[in-house]
């Protein structure tokens, strides 16, 4: 059976440093799109980051960027979140995302939506 398998979530300070990774059964990492996505409670979905193939594209959104940084690493089958400054603004739960149906590069960037295959999340809270 396909599966994602999210980890690394934790609560840390504001400030600190934290990785979150990804690792995928019964799928071929080299053949999607990747990405994740966060949660707060009573706030909608945010799709935070995500990248190409062949990892040469990615995106992030702008309460991130600076921060985050997506890494794929297609022989493990893992995708990782390196996730630097951490605020409070932070805390949320993290899913990894596979196998985006939709892809655009246009003036704007890269982005991509659209997921078949999603993780069961990973906690991340981040005091002050």
């Known amino acids: 059976a396909q599966k994602l398998m999210d980890s690394g979530g934790d609560s840390v300070q504001a400030g600190w440093s934290l990785r979150l990774t990804c690792k995928a059964s019964g799928l071929i990492f080299g053949d999607l799109a990747l990405a994740w996505f966060r949660q707060a409670p009573g706030k909608a979905r945010e799709g935070i980051s995500c990248?190409?193939?062949?990892?040469?594209?990615?995106y992030y959104a702008d309460s991130v960027k600076g921060r985050f940084t997506i890494l794929r690493d297609n022989a493990k089958n893992t995708l990782n979140l390196r996730m630097n400054s951490l605020k409070p603004e932070d805390t949320a739960m993290y899913f990894c995302a596979a196998d985006a149906k939709r892809e655009i590069w246009d003036s704007a960037g890269y982005y991509c939506d659209d997921f078949g295959y999603w993780g069961q999340g990973t906690q991340v809270t981040v005091s002050s």
């Open positions: 990248i190409s193939r062949s990892g040469g594209s990615t």
